[in-house]
């Protein structure tokens, strides 16, 4: 029995997808906090959440490997994947599928990342066989980052000139699938997940003109210039923070990195950036 865990979420909902075209519905479980949100889901529905151990404990019974999708909220994740790693090696889970941060430290520009790091050590002194996928940002969160300059035609961001590596969320997830049919392949293993090639922000606003055919204009900005436009605009406290880390990440050249874990995981090439932002954007 296979169960994952953020199930109606984008990575989740996707893992589950790819993992019905290898085997039956019977064998995937999906854990949910609210099951009435849940009725797309065609595999055995388990309810629980991060922050209620006993719950996790509960839903994780029969469940040989878990696919630990790395929570979408910040404040004391650190606590929720722990609690997910407990209930899990109390329940018997032989192994965990942990999506995590590319090249994850303790002094990562990405807060989040962070956080990673301290999951994938308690990961490792669980005695739980694992697998970390550390997947660099999304090519989805490109269209977030440019936000109205979309329409505007004028993209003003803090992310420097610096390279990154974005990759297609939905091949992420292909991946994970691929390493969940078959863990005993991937023991105690940790993949970069990248695509092939990494982008400056200008070049990925040609791409975008290119595909759009209405030009992109990218414009670095400073940390405390984008912080003052955001609060401007009425964001809350933690998105501003977020959005700034981002900017950190890309433009210290942190995602500057390609490797090829995610093509050896797929059996092919993965998506350059412009077929994945073609698919995005239409």
Do not use: C
């Not at 797309?40 to 404990?57: E, N, S």
């Not at 407990?86 to 599928?97: L, P």
């Not at 999951?119 to 997947?135: F, H, P, W």
């Not at 700034?244 to 090829?260: K, M, Q, V």
């Amino acid at each position: 029995m296979i169960l994952v865990t953020g199930a109606t979420g984008h990575l989740g909902k996707l893992t589950i997808d790819f993992l019905l075209k290898k085997q039956s519905s019977d064998t995937i479980a999906a854990l949910v906090r609210d099951t009435a949100k849940a009725t797309d889901l065609t595999v055995q529905l388990r309810k629980g959440d991060y922050a209620d151990y006993p719950a996790l404990v509960e839903a994780f019974k029969g469940v040989d490997t878990l696919v630990l999708v790395s929570s979408g909220t910040l404040e004391g994740r650190v606590q929720q994947h722990n609690n997910a790693i407990n209930a899990a090696k109390e329940s018997g889970v032989k192994h965990i599928i942990y999506t995590s941060m590319l090249r994850t430290s303790l002094t990562s520009k990405f807060t989040a990342g962070i956080d990673h790091f301290h999951t994938e050590a308690s990961l490792k002194n669980s005695g739980i066989s694992y697998t970390v996928l550390r997947n660099t940002f999304y090519a989805d969160v490109i269209t977030m980052l440019a936000g109205d300059a979309l329409t505007s035609g004028n993209w003003y961001y803090a992310g420097g000139t610096a390279k990154a590596n974005f990759a297609s969320r939905k091949e992420m997830a292909e991946a994970l699938a691929n390493v969940a049919a078959d863990p005993s392949a991937h023991k105690n293993k940790i993949y970069e997940i990248t695509s092939g090639k990494t982008y400056s922000l200008p070049e990925v606003a040609g791409i975008i003109s290119k595909i759009t055919g209405k030009t992109l204009n990218y414009t670095p900005v400073s940390l405390d210039d984008q912080t003052a436009a955001l609060k401007q605009a009425g964001l809350p406290e933690f998105v501003i923070g977020l959005l700034n880390s981002i900017a950190e990440t890309i433009s210290s050249g942190e995602l500057d990195f390609a490797d090829p874990a995610l093509e050896n995981l797929l059996h092919r090439k993965p998506l350059d950036l412009e077929a994945a932002l073609r698919e995005i954007l239409k």
